[in-house]
């Protein structure tokens, strides 16, 4: 089996900035699409942004022009740079990828255990 470790998150002021990272805790096959997601109490896990293997990005509106995603395929590492930060961005972070353990083996899907991210207005 694989983990995902997750680091970076914490408290911020609104207008701030955080970054966060996500490495799987072993070497492995392959990892295609990595993403990260986010549930604020009382909400479901929604979609912040996903990175497929070959690079292409996609943001919820919420988030468009203030986060990026980028991945660092070396190191099994996937990031998320937050910038501009509100109050309503405050919510637990959750990494996800796509992974296969070995050569032949299909792909399963994992998650990291989550990282809180609070913003104060």
């Known amino acids: 089996q694989v983990q995902l470790v997750e680091s970076g998150g914490g408290l911020v002021q609104a207008g701030g900035f955080l970054r966060l990272s996500c490495a799987a805790s072993?070497?492995?096959?392959?990892?295609?699409?990595m993403g990260w997601y986010r549930q604020a109490p009382g909400k479901q896990r929604e979609l912040v942004a996903v990175i497929s293997g070959g690079g292409n990005k996609n943001y919820a509106d919420s988030v468009k022009g203030r986060f990026t995603i980028s991945r660092d395929n070396a190191k099994n590492t996937v990031y998320l740079q937050m910038n501009s930060l509100k109050p309503e961005d405050t919510a637990v972070y959750y990494c996800?990828?796509?992974?296969?353990?070995?050569?032949?083996?299909?792909?399963?899907?994992?998650w990291g255990q989550g990282t809180q991210v609070t913003v104060s207005s």
């Open positions: 996800n990828a796509e992974i296969s353990l070995r050569a032949g083996v299909r792909a399963d899907n994992y």
């Open positions: 072993r070497s492995i096959f392959r990892i295609y699409a």
